[in-house]
């Protein structure tokens, strides 16, 4: 659930973007873009100034301007900043972050149906992932906006986890979903269960995000 030399810079009369058309429905990652080592550094060092401005502030302010940053400078900006950077890293868990609440946003009526069907299944996901009953279209985007939230004023390592949860919740209910329409519509099941297995990876990559935060491994 893309990727210029240098640290990218917000605001100004030039500065204006419009959100990039994104795959909510599949949470289907961005792809291209070049990866140098100034771009990389440069990656790292936003994700962490980021992180910091929103943890060091107690204005509920500033921590809803971080989380629609995606919203207002669009999606795009975002990619460029931290879409190429490693899974397992801070630019690539925030990248993760932004990137789940937009699919969930942009599609939340869907993605309600995927949650709905893997929720009873994953019981233990969905008291981690915390949405609300019933877990319809409006509650998909009060819960991602709360996670990502929990980024910047609350436990970095908990975010990371809700997401998780979250993600494993709708993998299973995509599987689930595959499964029902395998023999009605065997290529919409072929790719609802390749965007689940995308959706694990995911999730255990933000899981493994969260143990190295806790650990002061996550840079």
Same mark, same amino acid.
């Given at each position: 659930?893309?990727?210029?030399s240098?640290p990218?810079v917000?605001?100004g009369?030039?500065r204006?973007?419009?959100?990039?058309?994104?795959a909510?429905?599949?949470?289907?990652?961005?792809?291209?873009?070049?990866?140098?080592?100034?771009?990389s550094?440069?990656a790292?060092?936003?994700a962490?100034?980021l992180?910091r401005?929103?943890?060091d502030?107690?204005?509920?302010?500033?921590?809803?301007?971080?989380?629609?940053?995606?919203?207002e400078?669009g999606?795009e900006?975002?990619a *460029?900043m931290? +879409?190429e950077?490693?899974? #397992?890293?801070?630019?690539?868990a925030?990248?993760?972050?932004?990137? &789940?609440r937009? /699919?969930?946003m942009?599609?939340?009526e869907?993605?309600?149906?995927?949650f709905?069907?893997g929720?009873?299944?994953?019981?233990v996901?969905?008291?981690?992932a915390?949405?609300?009953?019933?877990?319809g279209?409006?509650?998909?985007?009060?819960?991602?906006?709360a996670?990502l939230s929990?980024?910047?004023?609350?436990?970095?390592?908990?975010?990371?986890?809700r997401?998780?949860?979250?993600?494993?919740?709708?993998?299973l209910?995509?599987a689930?979903?595959?499964?029902?329409?395998?023999h009605?519509? *065997?290529?919409h +099941?072929?790719?609802?269960? #390749?965007?689940?297995?995308?959706?694990?990876k995911?999730?255990?990559d &933000?899981?493994? /995000?969260?143990?190295a935060w806790r650990?002061?491994?996550?840079?």
């Amino acid at each position: 659930m893309s990727e210029q030399s240098g640290p990218p810079v917000y605001g100004g009369a030039n500065r204006h973007h419009k959100p990039k058309p994104f795959a909510p429905v599949d949470f289907e990652p961005f792809a291209g873009g070049a990866d140098p080592a100034r771009v990389s550094e440069a990656a790292h060092l936003a994700a962490q100034a980021l992180v910091r401005r929103g943890r060091d502030s107690d204005d509920p302010k500033i921590t809803r301007r971080l989380v629609k940053l995606a919203d207002e400078q669009g999606l795009e900006a975002i990619a *460029e900043m931290w +879409a190429e950077s490693p899974a #397992r890293s801070l630019p690539g868990a925030l990248w993760r972050l932004y990137a &789940l609440r937009a /699919a969930t946003m942009q599609n939340s009526e869907r993605i309600s149906v995927y949650f709905k069907a893997g929720r009873d299944t994953a019981q233990v996901s969905h008291v981690v992932a915390g949405a609300a009953e019933p877990p319809g279209a409006d509650e998909m985007k009060q819960m991602a906006d709360a996670i990502l939230s929990g980024a910047f004023d609350g436990d970095f390592d908990v975010a990371l986890e809700r997401s998780a949860a979250f993600c494993r919740i709708v993998a299973l209910g995509q599987a689930t979903l595959a499964d029902s329409a395998e023999h009605s519509n *065997e290529g919409h +099941a072929s790719k609802l269960t #390749r965007n689940s297995h995308q959706l694990v990876k995911t999730a255990e990559d &933000l899981e493994h /995000a969260a143990n190295a935060w806790r650990l002061g491994e996550l840079d």
